[in-house]
């Protein structure tokens, strides 16, 4: 019985210096020297200050920016450490008036707004995205231009420069980074009004 039990304890020893240490070491070492930038969390920077991820939305509400996806996170919305889903089915009540409330938050800034894409009212799997559809950023271009004003075709120029394709030319679909769109849309200067 104690030569299993020995043997158990050496197999345990054993892959625990393995699968907990020597393998996130060599794929922190390989993801450092393939991909320096996503290994440190694609952190964006502007003026010497990190002030987002390209990987993680943030929270704007404000008529003059884009607004995100709706956070799935709490008690703090875009919590990284919280990453997960609402679990919500389409009929739960929970996420019917979530959904409604969001839709009211959106006619409010624009009353004149048309249909609402379903990704600026539901949060993503993890609560995090950072992107929206095209049609997402498109209804909210009228509120964005007249707020700062701008003229609404300057503003589609900035949503279609920040408008990234499928990865591969296949997977996924067509996205818009709202942070990277907002922080240029602050980089213009003598344009419009300054927010």
Request: glycine share 10%; aromatic share 4%.
């Amino acid at each position: 019985m104690f030569a299993e039990l020995r043997r158990a304890v050496v197999v345990l020893a054993l892959l625990t210096v393995l699968t907990g240490g020597l393998y996130p070491l060599v794929v922190t070492v390989i993801a450092r020297a393939a991909f320096p930038r996503q290994a440190a969390g694609s952190i964006i920077e502007r003026d010497g200050q990190a002030v987002g991820s390209d990987l993680i939305g943030q929270p704007f509400s404000k008529p003059e920016y884009f607004w995100g996806r709706a956070s799935g996170t709490s008690p703090v919305p875009y919590n990284a450490a919280a990453s997960s889903g609402t679990n919500l089915g389409p009929t739960n009540p929970d996420l019917t008036k979530a959904v409604a409330e969001r839709v009211d938050a959106l006619r409010k800034a624009d009353p004149d707004l048309g249909p609402v894409p379903v990704d600026l009212v539901t949060a993503s799997g993890s609560g995090l995205d950072p992107h929206i559809s095209p049609a997402a950023a498109a209804v909210q271009v009228r509120r964005v231009a007249r707020a700062r004003g701008l003229s609404e075709d300057r503003v589609r120029e900035l949503v279609a420069r920040h408008t990234e394709g499928r990865q591969l030319g296949i997977l996924g679909e067509p996205r818009v980074n709202v942070l990277r769109l907002n922080l240029d849309l602050d980089a213009l200067k003598g344009e419009g009004r300054t927010p």
